[in-house]
């Protein structure tokens, strides 16, 4: 089975320290690294090969790292996670936007699921 490779950008420290213990459990996520600032994520996520970049996002929009994600590796998914709103959207490059509600760390990691795996 493969695993979804996740790669973590900068997140509240709660909710990141939620979310790790949680996938680590999981024996189908594997986090490959954090990488806190925008241009380290965009390198890492190559480098590392992740297939979910997790980061967070303020009133709903659509984080400026997740359009250079998308750019660079057609074949990525970000999930980005309003903490307080209690929602993840993922984004894929393709014309429409998931929404996803809940933000507790195990109904991200079904998001993250959901993110590699989507249902037709």
Do not use: N, W
């Not at 089975?1 to 024996?27: K, N």
């Amino acid at each position: 089975m493969h695993s979804v490779r996740v790669l973590f950008g900068a997140l509240p420290a709660d909710l990141h320290e939620a979310v790790s213990e949680v996938v680590a459990g999981e024996p189908d996520l594997e986090v490959v690294g954090v990488a806190a600032k925008p241009s380290a994520l965009l390198r890492a996520a190559g480098t590392l090969r992740a297939d979910v970049v997790v980061v967070a996002t303020a009133g709903g929009e659509m984080p400026g790292v997740a359009t250079h994600l998308l750019d660079q590796y057609p074949g990525i998914r970000v999930v980005a996670v309003a903490p307080q709103g209690g929602t993840a959207l993922v984004y894929a490059l393709r014309p429409h936007v998931d929404r996803f509600t809940g933000s507790s760390p195990l109904e991200l990691v079904r998001t993250l699921r959901r993110a590699c795996h989507p249902v037709a």
